[in-house]
């Protein structure tokens, strides 16, 4: 590959012997190539090779190119739209580690699909019981508890209504014993205790006890079939209706039913572990249009649509005008399913664990298939690179980023100040403009470069995840337009930290110069109530150096996310692929243990790819930075539409519950929050607005000085403020994106948050660092759902407040750069207008004379 890429013939046939890793991820990278100009083998040799390394695999390598010449096609090994997300990235644009790991993924997904196995159908034999609880009883709560110890439905309101019951099974069921110990208030109806040291479970979920269940199942009252209806289930589940309901005594008569279903389902079914069914999913775009899947939400869980009952196939009701649902499926990925639909009253495709299954149905009509993956050429869906993969290498080069910069911009500083006053016949030289042009030019090249290989390793998993490029905060843009829009963005965020500097010089030189001008605006100003001598202890060298540190605190800020102030600029090299990659742990940042100190109660985590985030915020690397918002708002999404709450821990590991997803939507937009605004504040208010204001009211006081003439230096400081003005622009659009966020994420938990109560036990998560950002509790109750809700809710009001007196203040700013060229005397101010020339000898011992 590497002689095709430089242009060179390479032999039509040729073979190595490559450990057999290598060789594995060599066939991966090259699969579509091979699959479109080469015929590829691959032959495993265990226990091959050198004797020194008999203890390794490894594996021949052999191609034959077709055609006379033996041409590669250079273009056949990049990756296409649907390996990103739907999004056509140019090769260039990525690294080809990471996309070689596309290919990897690909190549697991292919082999986890095919062993799937398939059938046309089977023979449904289905026992249930049911309690029509209707309109007997007052109005009770509802959590399906399954086996694991995990909630299919949460919190579900019983209103008592004609034909409403519950349902379960006909069998006994036991609750896992890692799950034992964690029976909280809402599984005790549902689980207590055996005599023979076990923990019953009742797995009970609404239904509609109408006629067409009726005639489904045939209900009795009385046991039909003890083998069939087990004694000890259906004692399990009067006990827990008898629970639920507060019955005291027995159930009453012609509540309790037996219900029998007998039927042929000829809609097909897949078997498999969740891990390969997932992979089928992904590659099979003819199985999941079958199945009605909408979307799948990675690593373990998929949304399906579905019809109302009464309107399926019904040729009367339009078909935009059907009453549709959705449902959320979680699996474990590593016990065995049956992806299937189910048929009855409700025609929807579920999933049920095999054990499960086998206890329901008599058997498969057939033996099993294997499936070919993806058969008819259909849209594939690429397993996700995860982000954190990558991320620590970004960081290591945001860090060297950052110090450049911001080196850059310390060194006009030391130049401008330092050299003046060591070097005085120098001042005039060291103050021209082009020495700015120097400091813009050496730190936007490196910034450039720098913005460059980060996104090479990033954009992937970016893309695969946010799926389509944005410009302008949700312009749809294709690849080239969103690389220009960024790329141009970085180079004024970087162009604005060096003028930055040069301000902070500039005004601490001319301080003096235009001292009575300073004093003249603001007597004339709505704060001409204080003393004339405030004004000249004041100045503009003061205010400056005040400001130095607040526009400073852009590259400090972020450094608080570092875990230790140890600056290692070695790339960290990229970790070794496998399937669904190296996980990284959250680290505690330096800003964690600040808070910690403050209160014990309080014990930060942070990911990677957040530091990579905040680094890119530090030196104004806007291609990096772009993902920043809409990654993590992508991740609150999918929690929101899948109703993905916290993990719970199982005998096969750790598996996803419902219950919890209303406070994980709010922990994770409440991290978003806190870098957003954090970083709001010190860039937009504290620098942007501030700083503003002070270039722009000395700008005018030399316009003024000179008589309204342009000067040799005011093109650089027109510059300055304009790219100042525009850097606040895409703060502006962030902030309005994440207040949208916060609303959309108030209305879907509020009936939640606002409902629970106080006292009452919400959910019980596992310890795991995949839950979330903060060290979780073993308990949350309703009252630590509303503490986070309030949280996220005081940050959306304390951004609103910023972006109102910072806009107020940024336009505040504009108007007096735009009133000002049409007033004479070059002075403007709201409440009077252009104001007078000032006189030559104004002082504050004669301010009152010209008042």
């Known amino acids: ?75 056949s090994c990049g990756l296409e739209s649907w390996q990103t997300g739907g999004q056509y990235l140019p090769p260039g644009s990525y690294n080809s580690c990471v996309a070689s790991w596309v290919q990897v993924l690909q190549n697991e997904d292919d082999e986890d699909a095919s062993q799937v196995e398939s059938f046309s159908g089977f023979d449904e034999t289905s026992y249930r019981l049911l309690f029509a609880y209707e309109d007997h009883f007052a109005e009770a709560r509802l959590w399906t508890v399954t086996p694991t110890g995990k909630f299919a439905n949460a919190d579900v309101r019983l209103v008592p209504k004609k034909e409403q019951g519950l349902m379960a099974y006909a069998y006994p069921q036991s609750l896992e014993p890692h799950a034992v110990g964690n029976l909280d208030a809402r599984k005790k109806p549902y689980c207590w205790k055996r005599d023979g040291g076990t923990c019953c479970v009742v797995q009970t979920w609404p239904t509609e006890y109408n006629d067409s269940w009726i005639k489904a199942f045939k209900p009795k009252d009385e046991n039909p079939n003890t083998e069939k209806f087990n004694k000890q289930a259906v004692e399990e589940f009067s006990q827990a209706m008898r629970n639920l309901f507060g019955i005291s005594g027995e159930i009453p008569s012609g509540l309790l039913k037996y219900g029998t279903r007998t039927s042929k389902n000829t809609s097909a079914v897949y078997v498999g572990t969740g891990q390969q069914l997932m992979a089928l999913l992904r590659t099979n775009k003819a199985i999941r249009e079958e199945k009605r899947v909408v979307s799948i939400v990675e690593p373990n869980s998929f949304i399906i649509e579905y019809t109302h009952p009464e309107e399926q ?22 016990l065995h399913y049956v992806l299937y639909t189910q048929q009855g009253y409700w025609v929807m495709t579920g999933v049920k664990l095999l054990e499960q299954f086998h206890k329901d149905h008599c058997g498969f009509e057939q033996d099993p298939e294997k499936l070919e993956c993806n058969p008819e050429g259909g849209e594939l869906i690429p397993c996700p690179i995860n982000l954190e993969w990558v991320a620590q290498s970004g960081c290591a080069l945001a860090k060297k980023s950052a110090v450049v910069v911001w080196g850059c911009a310390f060194g006009l500083v030391l130049v401008r100040g330092c050299g003046g006053w060591l070097m005085p016949q120098l001042q005039n030289t060291l103050n021209n403009p082009w020495v700015l042009a120097v400091a813009v030019g050496v730190a936007s090249s490196y910034g450039w470069n720098t913005d460059l290989k980060i996104m090479k390793l990033c954009i992937i998993p970016m893309v695969q995840r946010v799926k389509q490029l944005r410009v302008f905060g949700g312009v749809p843009a294709n690849f080239e337009v969103f690389y220009a829009v960024a790329m141009l963005s970085s180079f004024v965020q970087i162009s604005t930290i060096q003028m930055n500097a040069w301000f ?30 405030a004004w000249t202890t004041l100045t503009p060298a003061t205010v400056a150096l005040c400001l130095w540190p607040l526009s400073v605190l852009q590259l400090f800020q972020p450094m608080l996310w570092l875990k230790d102030l140890h600056f290692q600029f070695k790339q960290r090299p990229l970790p070794q692929i496998q399937l669904y990659g190296v996980y990284e742990e959250p680290y505690e940042p330096l800003y964690g243990r600040v808070l910690r100190r403050v209160s014990s109660d309080i014990n930060l985590r942070i990911f990677h790819h957040e530091q990579l985030f905040q680094l890119a915020t530090a030196s104004g690397l806007k291609y990096t930075g772009a993902f920043a918002l809409s990654y993590a708002l992508k991740e609150v999404s999918d929690i929101k539409d899948s109703r993905c709450g916290f993990q719970i821990m199982t005998s096969a590991g750790l598996d996803v519950m419902y219950v919890g997803w209303e406070l994980r939507c709010l922990m994770k937009l409440r991290s978003l929050q806190r870098n957003i605004v954090t970083r709001m504040f010190f860039v937009v208010f504290l620098k942007q607005s501030l700083q503003m204001n002070l270039q722009i009211t000395l700008y005018n006081a030399a316009k003024m000085e000179r008589m309204g003439q342009w000067g ?53 998560p596992a310890k795991s660092k995949t839950n979330g950002n903060f060290n979780l509790k073993e308990e949350y109750k309703g009252s630590d759902l509303k503490q986070w809700y309030r949280a996220t809710r005081r940050s959306f009001i304390f951004m609103l407040i910023l972006v109102a007196v910072s806009v107020f203040m940024i336009g505040y700013a504009m108007a007096k750069f735009v009133f000002t060229m049409r007033c004479k005397s070059g002075l403007w101010q709201f409440q009077g207008g252009c104001l007078d020339r000032m006189p030559d000898s104004y002082n504050c011992s004669n301010a009152k004379e010209y008042e």
């Open 1 to 75: 590959q590497a002689l095709a890429q430089a242009g060179q013939n390479v032999p039509r046939t040729a073979q190595a012997l490559l450990p057999h890793k290598l060789a594995k991820a060599c066939l991966a990278h090259s699969r579509r190539c091979c699959q479109r100009s080469m015929s590829c083998k691959y032959s495993l040799l265990e226990q091959g090779g050198p004797p020194t390394s008999s203890t390794k695999s490894y594996a021949v390598m052999a191609y034959t190119l077709p055609g006379e010449d033996g041409e590669y096609d250079k273009k």
């Open 313 to 334: 196939n019904n040729d009367d009701i339009p078909q935009d005008k059907t009453r549709t649902g959705q449902q959320t499926w979680h699996m474990d990925l590593n």
């Open 504 to 533: 902070l010089v500039t005004a601490f030189q001319t301080s003096q110069q235009y001292l009575s001008a300073w004093v003249y605006l603001f007597k004339h100003s709505c704060l001409s109530f204080i003393a004339c001598e």
């Open 712 to 764: 040799n230096t005011d093109w650089s400081q027109v510059v300055s403020i304009f790219g100042l003005w525009v850097t606040t622009l895409p703060e502006l659009v962030d902030a309005t994106i994440l207040g949208v966020a916060f609303l959309k994420i108030r209305k879907a938990v509020k009936d939640k948050v606002f409902q629970i109560p106080d006292d009452e036990i919400y959910a019980c």
